[in-house]
């Protein structure tokens, strides 16, 4: 470093990091084993990069600190047959960030603590986090609520910059993170070419606050979601700093219904307001939560969400459409078990990304003679372990399994709690029934009644299953109506596809509901039980509220359309709720169905 100088070493570095994540320039022949080596790393560059990486907090300014934070991402891309393609890169990515003294590495740490889902490097992460926090004197949960940077933002919200002649606004609301230029007052509608020639820099600054402001709102979007389980109380003084008036984690806070001394309160008109109006003031002692509609009163809960839709308000995540899960008579029966979600065919790597992403442990069941545990949720603020049976379902190599030999799907069975202590149930990768392992030193212990199950945190374990159901079924596969492999899986594809809506889907209805009369095609939309009704000029259809799967009326003839917006998935993003999106895009797409031009939907139409 000393011989090539700090400013050289961090100006190379700066640009060179970036590129790992693109394609490569030279493709390589592909061998007969192990992964495509276009999509992994070279060894002998691997080796450099990591005492290169080892070298940042010699150097690193912010620029740099975020292409080490960039690295992290681009080295976990999974890659078939492989996995992370580059873990050792990432954890050396990490180091780097726990050893660089700046807001612009806890940040980046902070947002890694919520979307990593690699575990060895996460770990790494909780490891650095505890480094920091000890160095800065402060507690892990205090640490990540330091770490939120204000990205030069002066107000809520809102960072104004001059370029010349030309203003530049940073805005970032519950759409995103926008740079809009304007001069004398007028709007542009691109950026001016004289700011990209004299402006160079700035603009290239600006513009990386404007990615960081994005990826730090969703982190920390998801990390106050994962609260929701968890609650903990801020007292008024730090929460006003760090949440409600930060410059960047307010245009968070501020579309959340919080506790304020046990009364609920929303951002609006420039001040805390309850559901009237009124003004709800927070003291340097008060005590701070978040709202959650577990227990709360109905009449309570249909009034935040008139509110909200009043204020034209969109939270960062479900809150008060949050659905809700109560014990069932069936759940007091049984006792110790709920079988509120067995019985259904999941997408084995859909379910397992789902679940890491929601906190849950899991591992990928192979088509071995191995044994597996249960996927598992700690909850140590309770002293509870939650646990979803799951078992791989199929027999035939490549046919059920990928060609690594993970099992392509899943069956599901109960959802039990055991004490956080509690030996591990498990089970053979095939089926076979679940057993406690135990030593000699311990003895196995019956499941927790689910009576005695805080009723919150029933409800977001429910939750969380009730979405890898919702997400990963097959039932959701359009292409599935001859039941898949060997047709097995017809009877369940059917009572699935149009069956019984589960609790997110009549919470959906309920949101639907709400939503309709202020859409454009309004006066072809209506609510028939379990399905939305469209109705179009060639055909009425009936699109599932739980699947998004679609019959033509008047015979119920089933209607195949498959998503093919950008990544595969719906044409609209409404509020993370994918199968909604999926109802509304095809709701859309079916009013107006005189104007459709694919011929595999014109096929089935015309039958």
């Not at 992370?84 to 660089?100: C, D, E, M, Q």
């Not at 890694?112 to 926090?133: H, I, Y």
């Not at 007028?186 to 950026?191: C, D, E, F, M, P």
């Amino acid at each position: 470093m000393k011989a090539v100088g700090a400013a050289p070493f961090r100006e190379v570095l700066t640009d060179a990091l970036p590129l790992l994540s693109r394609a490569r320039t030279f493709r390589l022949n592909p061998g007969q084993y192990g992964g495509d080596p276009n999509l992994l790393l070279d060894e002998f560059n691997a080796l450099s990069l990591k005492g290169l990486l080892w070298m940042v907090p010699l150097a690193a300014d912010d620029a740099l600190t975020r292409a080490v934070a960039g690295v992290v991402d681009s080295a976990l891309r999974k890659v078939p047959g492989v996995g992370p393609r580059a873990p050792k890169i990432a954890n050396a990515a990490v180091y780097a960030l726990s050893r660089t003294e700046s807001g612009a590495a806890l940040s980046a740490l902070a947002r890694l603590n919520t979307t990593v889902t690699f575990k060895g490097t996460l770990k790494e992460v909780r490891k650095a986090l505890d480094v920091v926090a000890a160095r800065l004197n402060v507690t892990p949960d205090e640490l990540l609520e330091l770490g939120t940077p204000t990205l030069g933002l002066g107000v809520v919200g809102e960072r104004v910059e001059v370029l010349g002649n030309v203003q530049v606004r940073l805005s970032v609301d519950a759409r995103g993170a926008h740079l809009n230029f304007s001069r004398a007052g007028k709007a542009l509608k691109s950026v001016p070419a004289t700011v990209k020639k004299d402006f160079a820099e700035d603009l290239k600054e600006l513009k990386a606050a404007q990615k960081e402001a994005e990826q730090v709102t969703a982190a920390l979007s998801q990390r106050l979601d994962a609260l929701m389980i968890a609650p903990q109380t801020w007292v008024g003084a730090a929460w006003l700093e760090r949440h409600l008036n930060h410059p960047l984690a307010g245009t968070v806070a501020r579309r959340l219904i919080w506790l304020v001394d046990g009364v609920p309160a929303l951002w609006a008109d420039g001040n805390l307001r309850d559901v009237q109006g009124e003004v709800v003031p927070v003291a340097p002692t008060s005590g701070v939560a978040l709202w959650h509609p577990i227990g709360r009163d109905v009449a309570e809960v249909l009034a935040w969400r008139a509110r909200l839709e009043a204020l034209d308000v969109r939270q960062p995540f479900k809150q008060a459409w949050r659905e809700v899960y109560v014990l069932t008579d069936a759940e007091r029966r049984t006792g110790t078990y709920s079988n509120r979600f067995a019985g259904h065919i999941l997408k084995q790597h859909q379910f397992h990304a789902l679940a890491t992403l929601r906190g849950w442990r899991n591992r990928l069941r192979l088509m071995v003679d191995d044994s597996y545990p249960p996927a598992m949720r700690d909850l140590p603020a309770y002293g509870l372990r939650a646990e979803y049976w799951i078992e791989g379902v199929g027999e035939d190599y490549g046919t059920d399994s990928t060609e690594s030999g993970a099992y392509l799907r899943l069956t599901t069975d109960q959802v039990r709690f055991y004490p956080l202590a509690a030996p591990e149930n498990h089970a053979h990768a095939g089926g076979g029934g679940y057993t406690m392992w135990v030593n000699q030193a311990q003895q196995p212990l019956n499941p927790l009644p689910l009576s005695d199950i805080p009723p919150l945190v029933l409800s977001e374990v429910m939750r969380d299953v009730d979405l890898f159901v919702g997400v990963a079924s097959v039932g959701n596969d359009p292409t599935w109506q001859d039941g898949g492999p060997g047709g097995r899986f017809r009877e369940y594809w059917q009572s699935y596809s149009f069956g019984e809506l589960n609790e997110t889907a009549r919470t959906r209805a309920a949101y639907l509901d709400r939503l309709i009369p202020r859409l454009k095609i309004r006066d072809r939309l209506s609510l028939d039980g379990r399905f939305l009704r469209v109705q179009g000029d060639r055909h009425a259809y009936r699109i599932h509220l739980g699947s998004s799967n679609i019959l033509m009326e008047p015979d119920n003839q089933y209607l195949c359309i498959i998503p093919g917006g950008r990544g595969g998935g719906p044409d609209v993003d409404f509020d993370g709720d994918r199968v909604l999106s999926l109802v509304l895009s095809k709701a859309f797409l079916l009013a107006d169905d005189t104007a459709i031009t694919d011929p595999v939907i014109l096929n089935q139409l015309a039958r």
